[in-house]
């Protein structure tokens, strides 16, 4: 007797290929356990001009390599999740990090977060928390382009690190270094 697959099953073979298809890319876990004692990036903070910071090159500090245009559906999407401003204002909690850009956009952290976030249509996955004295951020977008983001103290808490990159088929297509001066 001939075996006979049912047509339902074979309408749900589509749906099951591209099911394990979205989960052959970059996979985000959880980051860090705990706040770490002693650490507080609060504080309101000013973004350092180049030359003003030892060591500090300007030409180092921004990289920009093969940046797309956000109409390029089949590009990395998330450097639309990254925020940029001259003063920055941070509020700590015990559950989480708010950041404020030039006073006018409030990116909401929360520790140990994995969560979906949106800007506008663009969505992505989210995690972020405390590694080796560092806050970590991470933004994964649906064409599989990684942002990672990391808030750290530096001179005795005078100065606020901040990095970020995307990395997108295996190449870094970003590459930031700002330093930021306590202001308070």
């Not at 942002?147 to 808490?157: I, R, S």
């Not at 190449?171 to 001066?181: N, R």
Request: hydrophobic content about 40%; charged content about 25%; overall charge negative.
């Amino acid at each position: 007797m001939p075996m006979r697959t049912s047509r339902p099953l074979l309408l749900l073979l589509p749906l099951l290929f591209a099911a394990c298809a979205t989960q052959s890319g970059p996979q985000l876990t959880p980051i860090g356990q705990a706040i770490p004692d002693g650490i507080s990036l609060a504080g309101s903070w000013q973004l350092r001009e180049a030359g003003d910071a030892p060591g500090f090159d300007a030409a180092s500090a921004v990289s920009n390599r093969g940046r797309r245009s956000r109409q390029d559906k089949d590009g990395p999407l998330v450097h639309v999740f990254l925020e940029m401003g001259n003063r920055l204002k941070v509020t700590q909690t015990n559950h989480g990090l708010f950041v404020s850009f030039d006073r006018s956009v409030v990116e909401e952290y929360r520790f140990r977060e994995h969560r979906r976030v949106n800007v506008g249509p663009i969505e992505a996955e989210r995690v972020s928390g405390w590694e080796d004295g560092r806050y970590v951020i991470q933004t994964l977008d649906a064409n599989g382009a990684l942002l990672t983001e990391t808030y750290a103290l530096h001179d005795d808490g005078q100065q606020l690190l901040r990095t970020a990159s995307i990395v997108y088929k295996e190449q870094e297509t970003l590459s930031l270094l700002q330093v930021f001066d306590r202001l308070e």
